[in-house]
């Protein structure tokens, strides 16, 4: 028996294909909801990298922050988005507000009337008090107050090492419109990306700041460096060794070598001839830039006291009186020992200033005595009395004037290289080294070996060595 077809059935609509809706309709409804929501997602991540690659890019933070509103607004499908910014001072500002239809004037208003009230002493929300500590949620409430219940709105904060400094609002006018926790993440991920913007526009300022100081310091380094004495003079009888290592590249230690009669005497070569020479050390208490300045300021004092030809104790008083003014109310002092040498007669006239007292090395004897006489810090008080004292030198006798930075050194353990130290160091060293230099080199390597090789000191570290030569009589 032949088989009967079985009628045919009247043809139904078919969609694109050519497939009836009866067989596929639910099939490509899925295929549209997962291609629709890829490109959803597609369009959100080519969203994020552009934010990603304009935080990597721009060198202006305000030309990211034009971004950041637009971006928040439409990787959540909303109409708008506004930034408001916290400055210092407690107010705040509106940044940057973006709308897709350009109607946002609603908006920009109620941000900025929040703004104002949250200003205003003693301004509330719900009854509340406003606070530092409640300022932000009292901006969401005035803003949401202020656009009612058409408007569904999300904020988030902008942080930075946890300090809030500003807002991320969202917004949709469309009543069916519902903030997801999908859409609040990405809202909360552009917030971070605007934070991280902030932040290193912030750091970049200080960068520039700090290359700012730095090349300034290194002028200042490079002043104080030309300020002091770039090789020792060559003074009849004596040899003569010196060296100034600085903690920072500003210090406050100071050292100098001035002719008596240094205004008359430069020569058209450039030469300075005397026989009678000033030899100065001192400390400005502290480091860095302060100290520095207040050194080169005495240094020109002291040069200027020089040509009065006075005695060495009148001098540190003049200085006295003349710095107490400015150091009185700086909390800085200055200690300073001042000596002039005779070539004729070997003799070293000297005061002090509550400087550390040269060691000086009798070469006859082999016995060591301290330079010192009665005075105080100069700029401590004005009325400071200082006293001199004299003492003659002999063939191979070696003095070496020093600051503090030596005898406070510390070890690893903590311990000083203290003055017992250098003195036993001293009386090594001017029995066994030919010339000043190589007993300069050999302090200097002790108190490097003594605090550690791969360290530096805290402080900042000169050493004068001055040797009559030996056979002068």
């Not at 490079?222 to 500003?250: F, H, M, W, Y």
């Not at 000043?436 to 108190?447: A, G, K, M, R, S």
Request: glycine share 6%; with cysteine; net charge neutral.
């Amino acid at each position: 028996m032949t088989a009967v077809p079985a009628p045919r059935q009247p043809s139904q609509p078919s969609d694109v294909g050519g497939n009836s809706p009866a067989d596929i309709t639910p099939v490509f409804a899925l295929k549209e909801l997962v291609s629709r929501l890829h490109r959803e997602q597609n369009k959100i991540q080519d969203l994020l990298s552009s934010l990603g690659f304009a935080l990597r890019s721009f060198k202006n933070l305000n030309q990211f922050l034009e971004l950041t509103p637009l971006i928040a607004s439409r990787v959540t499908d909303a109409d708008g988005g506004a930034l408001v910014l916290f400055k210092p001072n407690g107010q705040m500002r509106l940044e940057r507000l973006h709308c897709q239809d350009n109607q946002c004037q609603d908006v920009k208003s109620a941000i900025e009337k929040a703004a104002r009230q949250l200003i205003l002493d003693k301004s509330t929300y719900g009854g509340k008090l406003v606070t530092s500590a409640n300022r932000t949620a009292a901006l969401d409430y005035h803003i949401s107050h202020s656009l009612g219940s058409t408007v569904q709105l999300f904020g988030t904060a902008i942080l930075t090492k946890n300090v809030e400094r500003g807002r991320l609002y969202v917004f949709s006018r469309d009543p069916e419109y519902t903030w997801t926790e999908t859409r609040q993440k990405l809202v909360r991920l552009v917030a971070d990306q605007t934070a991280v913007a902030i932040e290193n526009d912030e750091l970049t300022v200080e960068l520039r700041k700090k290359e700012r100081l730095d090349r300034e310091l290194e002028i200042g380094a490079e002043i104080q460096l030309q300020l002091l004495p770039r090789q020792c003079p060559s003074i009849d009888g004596i040899e003569l060794a010196a060296l100034c290592k600085t903690a920072n590249r500003v210090g406050g230690d100071y050292y100098d070598f001035i002719p008596a009669n240094y205004d008359q005497i430069r020569k058209k070569i450039g030469k300075l001839e005397s026989k009678r020479w000033s030899l100065a050390i001192g400390d400005v208490m502290g480091k860095g830039v302060p100290a520095g300045l207040i050194m080169t300021m005495l240094r020109g004092m002291l040069r200027a006291e020089v040509l009065n030809a006075h005695s060495p104790s009148r001098i540190l008083q003049h200085l006295n009186h003349v710095m107490y003014a400015d150091l009185e109310n700086s909390n800085r002092f200055v200690t300073l020992f001042y000596s002039e040498y005779d070539a004729d007669t070997r003799t070293l006239s000297y005061s002090n200033a509550a400087h550390n007292p040269p060691l000086l090395w009798r070469a006859a004897t082999g016995t060591i005595k301290r330079l010192d006489t009665l005075g105080m810090l100069i700029g401590l008080d004005m009325d400071s009395k200082y006293h001199e004292a004299k003492i003659k030198l002999y063939p191979g006798d070696t003095i070496i004037y020093y600051t503090d930075g030596f005898t406070e050194a510390a070890s690893h353990h903590g311990d000083r290289f203290d003055e017992e130290r250098l003195e036993q160091h001293f009386k090594w060293a001017c029995r066994n080294c030919n010339s000043p230099q190589e007993i300069l080199d050999y302090l200097f390597n002790q108190v490097k070996q003594f605090i550690g090789g791969d360290r530096s000191n805290d402080d900042d570290m000169t050493l004068i060595v001055l040797r009559v030569k030996p056979g002068e009589e």
